[in-house]
T-cell receptor, first 114, second 111 residues
Framework: DAGITQSPRHKVTETGTPVTLRCHQTENHRYMYWYRQDPGHGLRLIHYSYGVKDTDKGEVSDGYSVSRSKTEDFLLTLESATSSQTSVYFC?????????????FGDGTRLSIL | TQLLEQSPQFLSIQEGENLTVYCNSSSVFSSLQWYRQEPGEGPVLLVTVVTGGEVKKLKRLTFQFGDARKDSSLHITAAQPGDTGLYLCAGVETSGSRLTFGEGTQLTVNP
């Protein structure tokens, strides 16, 4: 299994609070991604990174920010959580862009915003 | 964004039966990936198909990429309870800039 650790695995918090999810990899892969998975929508890309301090938006980036200060860590922050951000969040890594290399996923973080 | 539609959304069958899951789009993809996801875990890549008309086999699973690279199918022969899971298709857009996921097919194989 690819060395990807997501933390926390579960979190319950209140609307308006900041939340940070962490993805840690031990594979030294260049690309890292954050997805959310919701019923009826499949997996949707939030943000991705193609190197240290190099990030870009995905299709559902509003309300989320990311940071990558080290190759191995990719952080996803919800500045002020809303109930619509209740979801399961997955981190993925790959050693190349979409068309070159498959993605390997972590086991997810289940986030509930009350 | 290029869309991918999977069907059926849910499928419940008995052990030993055959089944086919479909992944369709009106757009062309440069390649298509199939993933399987179990509860509490992330998706795991099963196969990537790249060439129109390509067929790949993985034990009892057969994957096919449509000739026009707009659709794909997953056929499982003699399904077993261990095949239970969420099957996701994902297409790499021709621009190479995005991976689009279908909504998934939840398969349950009853013993």
């Amino acid at each position: 299994d690819a060395g990807i650790t997501q933390s926390p695995r579960h979190k319950v918090t209140e609307t308006g609070t900041p939340v940070t999810l962490r993805c840690h990899q031990t594979e030294n892969h260049r690309y890292m991604y954050w997805y959310r998975q919701d019923p009826g929508h499949g997996l949707r890309l939030i943000h991705y990174s193609y190197g240290v301090k190099d990030t870009d938006k995905g299709e559902v980036s509003d309300g989320y920010s990311v940071s990558r200060s080290k190759t191995e860590d990719f952080l996803l922050t919800l500045e002020s959580a809303t109930s619509s951000q209740t979801s399961v969040y997955f981190c993925a890594i790959s050693n190349g862009g979409y068309s070159n290399q498959p993605q390997h996923f972590g086991d997810g973080t289940r986030l509930s915003i009350l | 964004t290029q869309l991918l539609e999977q069907s059926p959304q849910f499928l419940s069958i008995q052990e030993g039966e055959n089944l086919t899951v479909y992944c369709n789009s009106s757009s062309v993809f440069s390649s298509l990936q199939w993933y399987r996801q179990e509860p509490g875990e992330g998706p795991v890549l099963l196969v990537t198909v790249v060439t129109g008309g390509e067929v790949k086999k993985l034990k009892r699973l057969t994957f096919q990429f449509g000739d026009a690279r707009k659709d794909s199918s997953l056929h499982i022969t003699a399904a077993q309870p261990g095949d239970t899971g969420l099957y996701l298709c994902a297409g790499v857009e021709t621009s190479g800039s995005r991976l689009t996921f279908g909504e998934g097919t939840q398969l349950t194989v009853n013993p």
